[in-house]
Structures are given as structure tokens and as C-alpha cells.
């Protein structure tokens, strides 16, 4: 229990250095963005001016994900609690996740029950999917299949997301979650420690299971709303 409490605590002083820096930095983001979209569309650019304005809004875009990563990390968890419908947010999560998915080559299939309802709160809900399905998809180097099932197994709302990317060695899934591990380039290693979080917020279990060059499975389990 001391320990998870440790636990607790490193992660409210990382959400508030989060909330305050994410914070401060955005609006001026925002204002480049907007900088460089007008400039974008001036008819007297040279081809490689155009060319270097593309690069500099994608690598913006990418250091607005990161913050926007760290801004969910600082946002108090569980307020607004509903009824949701578990099955309607899978689906509208997959959706989202399409585009990325299809540059990166990879299949998305699903079995998804119909109208399983859960208590929690919807934007929280749809960043764990989010994180979860990213991840997924970033596994896969080479193309490959995402399978995301829903269910109701014995009276909860289970989703499974699978992949079969490059999986996680019994060292790598110990340490999956801890704030800030992460084995990516451009990782901010923060997507698994808010999801297991979030989960746990809303009552929720998970579970990893991960063989490597095989894939990685992971089972999220809400208790169902009548
Ligand atoms: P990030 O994606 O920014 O690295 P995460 O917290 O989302 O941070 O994930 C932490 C690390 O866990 C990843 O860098 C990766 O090494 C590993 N990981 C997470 N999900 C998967 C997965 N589906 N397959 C393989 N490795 C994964
Ligand atoms: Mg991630």
C-alpha cells in the first residue's frame, strides 16, 4: 500500500507540472500555427519555401500531440460521470484511429456487441481507447492487424484490442505505465501511465498480456450500468 501510495503522489506532481507547463505553452503553439497556415497560402512562395513551411506545421502538429498527451495526464479524473455506451465509443474511437491506420498499413477488425452500458466519463473513456489503439498501431512496423473485440463476459463490459506487432519482453511490460518509459524516438511515455490511471478511476480492471515478434493483447473490464 505505501507503495502505491508513492505511486499516487509522483503522479499528482507530474499532472500539476503538466497542467501548468502544457498550459502555458499551447496558446503560443496555436498563434505559430496560425502563422504559418496564412503564409501557406501565399501564392509567391517558391516551391521549397512551400516544401519548408509543410515540414515545420507537421513537426508542430507532433509537439501539440505531446502536449496535448501531458494536458490529459493534468485533467482531474472522473468528474462528469454518465451512463455511457461502451459499444458507441469503440466504434467511434475506431473510426478516428482510421486514418492513422491506413498510412501505417494496418487492417482494423472488429466484433463489437451492441448497447453495453457503463458508468464513467465519455473524453476519459475515448483517451484510454485512444492511448491503447495508438500504441497498437505504432507496434506494427510493418503493416499488420488490429483486432478490437466488446462483450459482456459475466455481467462487465470487457473490450479487448489486440495486436500483432512486436510485442513486449517480461522486462519491457514491467515496466509499462511507469511515468515517462518509453522505447520510442518520439515517445513521451505517458499514454499507458494515464490509461491505467484512467481505468482504475472508473472502477475498471486491465490486463497485458505481450509475447515478443508475436503482439500484444490488452483486456480492459468496467463494470456494466444497469
Ligand atoms: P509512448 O507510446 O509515448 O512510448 P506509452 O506509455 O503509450 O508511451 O507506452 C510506453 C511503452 O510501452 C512504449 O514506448 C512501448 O515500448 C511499450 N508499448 C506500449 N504498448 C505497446 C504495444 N501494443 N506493443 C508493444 N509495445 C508497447
Ligand atoms: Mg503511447
Not at 466488446?150 to 489486440?162: L, R, T
Not at 518509453?182 to 491505467?196: A, D, N, Q, S
Not at 490486463?207 to 463494470?223: A, C, N
Amino acid at each position: 500500500i505505501n507503495e502505491e501510495m508513492q505511486h499516487a503522489e509522483k503522479l499528482n506532481i507530474i499532472s500539476q507540472l503538466a497542467a501548468s507547463v502544457a498550459h502555458e505553452v499551447r496558446n503560443p503553439m496555436t498563434s505559430v500555427n496560425g502563422f504559418l497556415q496564412l503564409m501557406k497560402d501565399d501564392d509567391n512562395l517558391k516551391d521549397s519555401q512551400r516544401h519548408y513551411i509543410s515540414i515545420a506545421l507537421n513537426e508542430l502538429n507532433h509537439a501539440q500531440s505531446i502536449i496535448n498527451d501531458y494536458l490529459s495526464l493534468a485533467k482531474p479524473s472522473s468528474e462528469g460521470l454518465s451512463t455511457i455506451n461502451v459499444s458507441e465509443e469503440v466504434e467511434k474511437t475506431i473510426e478516428l484511429m482510421k486514418s492513422y491506420s491506413n498510412i501505417q498499413n494496418i487492417h482494423i477488425e472488429t466484433e463489437i456487441e451492441d448497447d453495453l452500458y457503463m458508468k464513467g466519463n465519455k473524453g476519459e473513456v475515448k483517451q484510454i481507447l485512444v492511448n491503447i489503439m495508438k500504441n497498437g498501431i505504432e507496434a506494427m512496423d510493418n503493416g499488420g492487424t488490429l483486432k478490437v473485440q466488446v462483450f459482456n463476459k459475466h455481467g462487465a463490459a470487457m473490450i479487448e484490442i489486440s495486436d500483432s506487432g512486436k510485442g513486449m519482453t517480461h522486462t519491457q511490460l514491467k515496466k509499462l505505465g511507469v511515468p515517462f518509459y518509453t522505447t520510442k524516438e518520439k515517445g513521451t511515455g505517458v499514454g499507458m501511465t494515464i490509461t491505467f490511471q484512467l481505468v482504475h478511476a472508473m472502477k475498471g480492471k486491465i490486463d497485458v498480456e505481450s509475447e515478443p515478434g508475436k503482439g500484444t493483447s490488452i483486456r480492459i473490464k468496467f463494470p456494466l450500468a444497469a
